[in-house]
């Protein structure tokens, strides 16, 4: 059972880390790339870079209100990972 978690998780790490180099690389349709983007985020697998990306991808949108709701998005995803972070350096202290 243990040994094909272990394949699991390396099988994942896999996917997340050619999945974001893809969405990094990505040129298209701003709304398709920030959903991608976005899930990307959601996965537990962001990076500055995804970050960052995301951010510059809104810039993209057309839609003044598709860029506010784009950007309360990220903001809720950035907050939420940096609760993570904070909790995980708690907890090793």
Do not use: C, F
């Given at each position: 059972m ?65 860029k ?26």
């Amino acid at each position: 059972m243990q040994e094909q978690k272990n394949e699991l998780l390396e099988l994942r790490s896999q996917i997340a880390a050619q999945a974001k180099q893809l969405t990094l690389d990505s040129t298209g349709d701003p709304d398709a790339r920030l959903q991608i983007l976005m899930e990307v985020i959601r996965s537990g697998e962001s990076t500055l870079d995804i970050y960052k990306t995301t951010y510059e991808v809104i810039q993209q949108l057309s839609d003044d209100d598709d860029k506010v709701s784009a950007m309360l998005g990220l903001i809720y995803e950035i907050d939420k990972d940096i609760a993570v972070q904070g909790a995980n350096t708690d907890s090793n202290q």
